[in-house]
């Protein structure tokens, strides 16, 4: 008999632990979003989510600046527009604000890939991610979303940060359809090569919270939940990434990333394509929270989390922590 196997062995020294280390965590792997509003030299600080900000286009190209100086190497657009309207015009409007800011950063700043949400929600006097319609049934007034009305202002929006210089757009509605409708719109638009980050896997999640005030865009009336997946719900999860991948994702999302790292592991196990994972706005209010009262470690939590998206299968992370992280990671 051989003697037993003894695990400690190889935890004894951390040059050890170093060597039979199976993830790693790097900056490489991060996307850091930005919300973009309009102004001058504008830092609006979200109380719900200390040390981010609603900059205005001045500041992201600082921001954009900063983050690739620290090796992130990807920044992911959300737009706060002056006006918003019952179908979200200015999200589609080539002088909108994140058209505006694309070609901000793209001319001050041209090796960071620049990410755009693709939604309504942001840009909707009612909140909702697509055209909603009330209807009537049995004396109750129920909110409809017309899917196919809103895949066509999809379509529109995609190409409009196409135009502005996007490296890559994010659908991040889940309507039914829309990656393919955008990928035909793109294609037709003579932007064969602009790829796409599927917001696949995408539940209707209290996380959520604290972005609804970040970007101004809680729903006026009724939730998400007739668009958005239903958390306990794993299989669909599978089945929705499929069809994103069929219509011609390049890349696919879990999200939330805390709650759901089951999810991340099952897509992973499943497909053979990059998976990223956002780590929401509540996540990162959490920690905060609980960091300010001096109840736990900032730094060794966020790391162990993002390193356990790693592990879950994530490729790539989107996450608020993105320049912290760059700089933990880096010694700082
Ligand atoms: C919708 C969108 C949301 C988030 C990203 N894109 C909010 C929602 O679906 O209600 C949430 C991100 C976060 O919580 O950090 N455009």
């Keep these: 008999m051989f003697p037993a196997h003894r695990p400690r062995r190889l935890r004894s020294n951390e040059n050890l632990r170093r060597m039979v280390r199976e993830y790693s965590l790097s900056v490489d792997d991060f996307i850091y979003p930005l919300f973009v509003r309009p102004g001058q030299g504008e830092r609006r600080p979200i109380a719900s989510m200390p040390?981010?900000?609603?900059?205005?286009?001045?500041?992201?190209?600082?921001?954009?600046?900063?983050?690739?100086?620290?090796?992130?190497?990807?920044?992911?657009?959300?737009?706060?527009?002056?006006?918003?309207?019952?179908?979200?015009?200015?999200?589609?409007?080539?002088?909108?604000?994140?058209?505006?800011?694309?070609?901000?950063?793209?001319?001050?700043?041209?090796?960071?890939?620049?990410?755009?949400?693709?939604?309504?929600?942001?840009?909707?006097?009612?909140?909702?991610?697509?055209?909603?319609?009330?209807?009537?049934?049995?004396?109750?007034?129920?909110?409809?979303?017309?899917?196919?009305?809103?895949?066509?202002?999809?379509?529109?929006?995609?190409?409009?940060?196409?135009?502005?210089?996007?490296?890559?757009?994010?659908?991040?509605?889940?309507?039914?359809?829309?990656?393919?409708?955008?990928?035909?719109?793109?294609?037709?638009?003579?932007?064969?090569?602009?790829?796409?980050?599927?917001?696949?896997?995408?539940?209707?999640?209290?996380?959520?919270?604290?972005?609804?005030?970040?970007?101004?865009?809680?729903?006026?009336?009724?939730?998400?939940?007739?668009?958005?997946?239903?958390?306990?719900?794993?299989?669909?999860?599978i089945r929705e990434v499929e069809l994103d991948i069929q219509e011609g994702a390049d890349i696919v999302m879990t999200k939330p990333a805390l709650a759901y790292m089951d999810i991340t592991r099952r897509v992973k196990d499943t497909f053979n394509i990059p998976i990223a994972t956002y780590n929401v706005s509540g996540e990162y209010a959490m920690v905060k929270a609980a960091a300010a009262n001096g109840w736990i470690d900032e730094k060794r939590v966020v790391l162990e989390m993002l390193t356990g998206f790693r592990r879950a299968g994530a490729d790539l992370i989107l996450t608020y922590w993105a320049k912290d992280a760059a700089r933990w990671l880096g010694g700082g």
């Design 51 to 237: 040390g981010q900000f609603q900059l205005s286009i001045d500041e992201i190209v600082k921001e954009a600046e900063e983050s690739l100086s620290l090796g992130v190497p990807a920044i992911l657009l959300f737009g706060i527009p002056a006006d918003k309207d019952a179908v979200g015009s200015e999200a589609y409007d080539p002088n909108g604000i994140v058209c505006e800011a694309v070609r901000a950063v793209k001319e001050a700043v041209p090796e960071i890939v620049v990410i755009t949400d693709v939604c309504l929600c942001e840009y909707t006097d009612h909140g909702h991610c697509g055209v909603v319609h009330r209807k009537e049934r049995q004396g109750r007034e129920e909110l409809v979303i017309d899917n196919d009305a809103t895949l066509k202002l999809l379509v529109k929006e995609s190409v409009a940060h196409g135009e502005a210089g996007a490296d890559m757009v994010a659908p991040s509605d889940m309507m039914d359809g829309r990656i393919g409708a955008i990928r035909n719109g793109l294609d037709e638009a003579g932007f064969h090569d602009l790829p796409i980050m599927a917001y696949s896997a995408k539940y209707a999640s209290a996380f959520y919270g604290p972005f609804r005030e970040a970007a101004e865009s809680p729903p006026q009336f009724g939730d998400r939940s007739t668009y958005q997946m239903d958390p306990p719900n794993s299989d669909e999860a």
